[in-house]
């Protein structure tokens, strides 16, 4: 037990202010134990300062802790004692390159304890026991270690700073207040630290309510999200439901009708076969009566052929044979052509709905609108990546560079027909949809429109021109207007050769920039959109445009 007790020593069993062997060691709530006199004089000097706390682990008490004599710590430094070891001050104890030193240390200087703002100089727990003891010592400030001291020195006229100049805002000695800075509002520090604290404690108090407002939002959020994953599993779950039951619809219809047709194979069959059966016992039968006949042709004797000539009956025609009347070889084709045109309405009605689920799941959205970004790095946030469907371009349109560049050309190409394809007008679209917040930037030459625009729009006529119509919205880049349903509205300025556009799709918000080394607004719209939107670029002869990647 000597052994541990040793190996305690320079651990534990020496106080951290007097760097002694604990004398009536005491314990404090933190469980930090210290001598009694050392700690008592530590909390005497903070009662002026209403603020108590730990030496060592400087944990705050809210009150002046009680102390409770540690029994065991006081034997054991009575053991100590005896056996003539004393305690040294460990390696921790001594100050380091980032610490503050004792001034009045000789040698190996040791951390400082405290530093005096009236004598500006730092103490370890040894020397600065005078602070504690000598009544006129007991009246100066003592702080946490500081290696700003000299900061308090007027580097003027090498005084103490204790005063503060209002007009100025700078801390001041007392000569600087009768010299240059005569006649200004000048006070003490101290008044003006008061004032300042008072500033501060405000302040604190709106952070923190701030903070437990902001804290409520977050609950909030939280039980938002939970009740978001919850909405979202059970809508989940019950379509899943739902279209499983639709599957199982058209799975029982198709068997009906697989049933049907199999029914009537069946019928058809079984008639065919039949007649087929009594068309045959004819055939043998006509067979059979031909050869008899054969055998009394080919008979020489007159007499014997006359002997045995029947009375021969008119042939009867076959009843089965005159009412045979196979009809063209369309069988179930009838079936067929129902099915798929119940298979067409069907592709309509899920296109249709399908957009009406689409723009529902977009408009679900929990938190107030966004407002709209004012900074290129705020519309970023926004970037989509979009391309250029083939199947829309007009045939004197060249799509290059990943379908993001369209180009005008005089010979037209070779593409096949499609139902989407623009026939008239030199225009395409994207291949994505776009709803919620969207942003892309457009880099464009010479006659080039900028446009988005309704799925539904004409593929032929005047009409299907971007901004013909109410269905599409466009910025004409090369004269600098807008223009929706045939009205042209001339824009705000002349843009740049690249054009930012930024969709709010929920909020009704579309809006064009030009993009320089700032966002210019051009035009902004603010309507209602009930359909997802696709992005569109119309091309003039020999010019060309790209949408340009930004993420």
Request: glycine letters at 4%; proline letters at 4%.
């Amino acid at each position: 037990m000597a052994d541990k007790g040793v190996e305690l020593d320079e651990e534990t069993i020496s106080c951290s202010i007097c760097l002694d062997l604990l004398k009536d060691p005491v314990t404090i709530p933190c469980g930090h134990s210290y001598c009694m006199n050392c700690i008592k004089s530590h909390f005497d000097e903070e009662d002026k300062k209403q603020i108590h706390r730990c030496p060592e682990c400087r944990q705050l008490f809210t009150s002046r802790p009680v102390l409770v004599k540690s029994t065991k710590l006081a034997v054991l430094v009575e053991q100590l004692k005896k056996t003539g070891l004393q305690a040294a001050p460990a390696d921790h104890c001594y100050a380091g390159p980032e610490d503050v030193a004792c001034d009045f240390c000789t040698g190996r200087k040791l951390k400082a304890f405290k530093s005096c703002l009236f004598c500006l100089a730092s103490y370890c727990e040894k020397h600065l026991q005078p602070h504690y003891d000598a009544p006129p010592l007991k009246k100066h400030k003592l702080v946490d270690p500081s290696k700003k001291l000299q900061e308090n020195i007027c580097s003027r006229h090498n005084e103490v700073i204790k005063m503060f100049c209002r007009t100025d805002q700078q801390s001041i000695c007392y000569l600087c207040s009768v010299e240059e800075h005569k006649g200004h509002d000048t006070v003490s520090a101290a008044a003006e630290r008061t004032e300042r604290q008072r500033e501060v404690e405000v302040r604190r108090q709106n952070i923190q309510q701030m903070i437990q407002d902001k804290e409520k939002d977050v609950k909030l959020l939280q039980q938002e999200l939970k009740a978001i994953a919850h909405s979202a599993d059970k809508t989940v779950k019950d379509s899943r439901e739902m279209f499983t039951e639709m599957i199982c619809l058209l799975q029982e219809r198709s068997s009906d009708v697989e049933q049907q047709v199999r029914s009537q194979q069946e019928t058809e069959e079984s008639r065919v076969k039949e007649v087929q059966e009594k068309l045959e016992q004819e055939i043998t039968e006509l067979k059979r009566e031909d050869a008899e006949l054969k055998q009394l042709s080919d008979t020489e004797d007159h007499n014997q052929f006359l002997r045995n000539y029947p009375s021969l009956s008119p042939l009867s025609q076959s009843t089965h044979s005159s009412s045979i009347n196979i009809r063209p070889r369309r069988n179930f084709d009838d079936v067929k052509v129902a099915v798929t045109e119940l298979r067409k309405k069907l592709q309509d009605i899920l296109r249709e709905t399908w957009t009406n689920i689409s723009l529902t799941v977009a408009e679900v959205d929990v938190l107030l609108p966004q407002p709209e970004p004012k900074t290129r790095d705020e519309f970023l946030k926004y970037s989509c990546e979009i391309t250029l469907d083939p199947n829309t371009a007009h045939r004197r349109l060249v799509l290059t560079e990943g379908n993001r560049r369209v180009t005008s050309v005089n010979q037209q190409q070779s593409y096949p027909d499609h139902p989407e394809r623009f026939t008239d007008c030199w225009q395409v679209l994207s291949r994505e949809s776009l709803t919620g917040r969207c942003y892309w930037e457009v880099k464009w030459r010479r006659r080039v429109d900028v446009a988005v625009t309704y799925k539904n729009i004409s593929r032929s006529g005047r009409e299907s021109r971007f901004g013909n119509n109410d269905t599409s919205w466009t910025l004409d880049c090369f004269s600098s207007t807008f223009v929706n349903n045939n009205i042209q509205t001339p824009v705000s300025g002349r843009g740049s050769l690249r054009v930012g556009v930024y969709l709010d799709h929920r909020a009704g918000i579309l809006s064009f920039y030009s993009v320089s080394e700032t966002m210019t607004l051009l035009h902004r719209v603010q309507t209602t959109f009930t359909q997802p939107l696709y992005a569109g670029i119309w091309i003039g002869f020999g010019s060309r445009a790209e949408l340009i990647k930004v993420m």
